[in-house]
């Protein structure tokens, strides 16, 4: 399987903990995105990295958030001091840049709950 | 704030094709249309995209009015596989990226 791979797929917590995610992209693809998706709503977007440049970060990627892609590969998301409303689908997505017509082909995500 | 709408729910009767609707009144011309599907606890499956003509794959068509103010996402012979919540999505360019700005999506439920 080439697709976009994330690890854990589930993670288990306890408040005020530090957890650290993965993500894989698709081999060749140069753009990576994270998302967040709550219960019942549609994924919100976190943070953008075009190779190893971080470019973009949402006012939702609070200081206890960070994120890095070194050498443009894989990239992690790491929580630091987690929060119960930090409960959430965590998302990658990954695409190649096209001109336009990028598309956007996200992982199976990593659903973190924070007790 | 997403820049379509879209019916909370529907439901059709699998074999049957399911036609999922979309406004995007404030769409500019230079703006693809994104169709992804999320089946329950699982990532965005992408579907389709377009711009300007219909688009069809293995998995769907796109149909998109000549005005580009709404289009409809055509499942030509759904199965219980099909039911998911279906996301039409105008991808615009903010700041630096094409990120995705999710709305609430169509729940899709197929019955056998």
């Known amino acids: 399987d080439t697709g976009v791979s994330q690890n854990p797929r589930h993670k288990i917590t306890k408040r005020g903990q530090n957890v650290t995610f993965r993500c894989d992209p698709i081999?060749?693809?140069?753009?990576l995105y994270w998302y967040r998706q709550t219960l019942g709503q549609g994924p919100e977007f976190l943070t953008y990295?075009?190779?190893?440049?971080?470019?973009?970060k949402s006012r939702l990627l609070s200081d206890r958030f960070s994120a890095e892609r070194p050498k443009g590969s894989f990239s992690t998301l790491e929580i630091q001091r987690t929060e119960q409303g930090d409960s959430a689908m965590y998302l990658c997505?990954?695409?190649?840049?096209?001109?336009?017509?990028?598309?956007?082909?996200f992982g199976p995500g990593t659903r973190l709950l924070v007790l | 704030d997403a820049k379509t709408t879209q019916p909370p729910s529907m439901d059709c009767a699998e074999g049957r094709a399911a036609n999922l609707p979309c406004n995007h009144s404030?769409?500019?011309?230079?703006?693809?249309v994104y169709w992804y599907r999320q089946i329950h606890s699982q990532g965005p499956q992408y579907i389709i995209h377009?711009?300007?003509n219909n688009e069809t794959n293995e998995m769907a068509s796109l149909i998109i009015t000549e005005d580009r103010k709404s289009s409809t996402l055509i499942l030509p012979h759904a199965t219980l596989r099909d039911t998911a919540v279906y996301y039409c999505?105008?991808?615009?360019?903010?700041?630096?990226?094409?990120?995705?700005?999710f709305g609430s999506g169509t729940r899709l439920l197929v019955r056998p």
């Open positions: 997505a990954s695409s190649l840049e096209l001109f336009w017509e990028e598309t956007q082909y």
């Open positions: 081999s060749e693809h140069n753009r």
């Open positions: 990295f075009q190779n190893e440049a971080q470019l973009e």
């Open positions: 404030t769409i500019s011309g230079n703006e693809y």
């Open positions: 377009g711009l300007k």
């Open positions: 999505i105008v991808r615009v360019l903010m700041d630096s990226s094409y990120k995705l700005i």
